[in-house]
């Protein structure tokens, strides 16, 4: 047995940010189902260890509202076609879990019942609490909010210890490390920080909620497997996101 499996996780109850774009693996569009497998893969790990589990995703991979809209469609319209393409990567993650045998419930900010759940709070935490994990697709609902503030809201309605952003790149860092190789990685930072600085960890929004609720986030990549288990285990991967005087 190895100590991973004898040590207690140090978060219980915890929400798992993966992007789209990770799930479209090297095809840059679309869903991989051998990145979709290696990412249940590693939740299944996670939901061993007795964690409660909450997942967002996002779209990306499929639609961006704001790439629409930047070509002229309608803001809102845009956006909505991208919670659609949540669904889409909610459902397939869903279904690769539970060929790994993992109970799982799809719940949507958007009501669609012959595929999945209305978001209902209180359904979503006793699924939780019987060792369900559950996908939350659709964002928020409303168009003008991003899958991270999707993250960020569902965290602290659920009352989830920790956000894990589960990203292409190791961490939070000074300017964009796949651009410019000086790149410094910060080890940990605060809310505030990551405002004024304008930093890529998420949006204003999200991490302002984050911030106003004390939720920490750890930023980690998603590729390097094993990182989704030593970061609710408390092991220091990736970056750290908290208030000033926070102990990592």
Not at 2 to 28: C, Q
Not at 101 to 120: C, K, L, N, S
Not at 186 to 203: A, P, T
Not at 213 to 220: A, C, G, K, L, Y
Request: aromatic share 6%; net charge neutral; proline share 3%.
């Amino acid at each position: 047995m190895s100590d991973m499996e004898t040590k207690a996780p140090k978060y219980i109850r915890a929400i798992l940010k993966i992007s789209g774009e990770a799930l479209a693996g090297k095809n840059r569009y679309g869903i991989d189902p051998g990145i979709v497998d290696y990412v249940a893969g590693e939740v299944i790990d996670v939901f061993n260890l007795g964690v409660q589990l909450g997942i967002v995703v996002g779209g990306g991979n499929i639609w961006r509202g704001v790439a629409g809209s930047s070509k002229g469609m309608d803001r809102a319209t845009a956006d909505y076609m991208g919670m659609l393409a949540t669904v889409l990567n909610a459902l397939a993650l869903q279904d690769a879990l539970e060929k790994l045998g993992v109970d799982t419930r799809v719940q949507t900010a958007i009501e669609m019942r012959e595929v999945a759940e209305p978001y209902i709070r209180r359904r979503a935490i006793r699924h939780l609490e019987k060792g369900r994990v559950v996908i939350f697709a659709a964002g928020t609902g409303n168009p003008f909010f991003s899958t991270d503030t999707a993250a960020a809201l569902r965290a602290a309605e659920i009352e989830a210890e920790v956000i894990l952003m589960a990203k292409k790149v190791d961490g939070v860092y000074d300017r964009d490390p796949m651009k410019d190789p000086l790149a410094q990685k910060f080890d940990k930072i605060s809310y505030i920080d990551v405002l004024n600085k304008g930093l890529g960890v998420m949006d204003s929004t999200a991490a302002s909620l984050c911030m106003d609720n004390n939720i920490p986030i750890i930023v980690f990549n998603l590729n390097k497997q094993g990182n989704i288990i030593r970061a609710v285990m408390g092991e220091i991967v990736g970056t750290y996101v908290g208030r000033d005087n926070h102990d990592r």
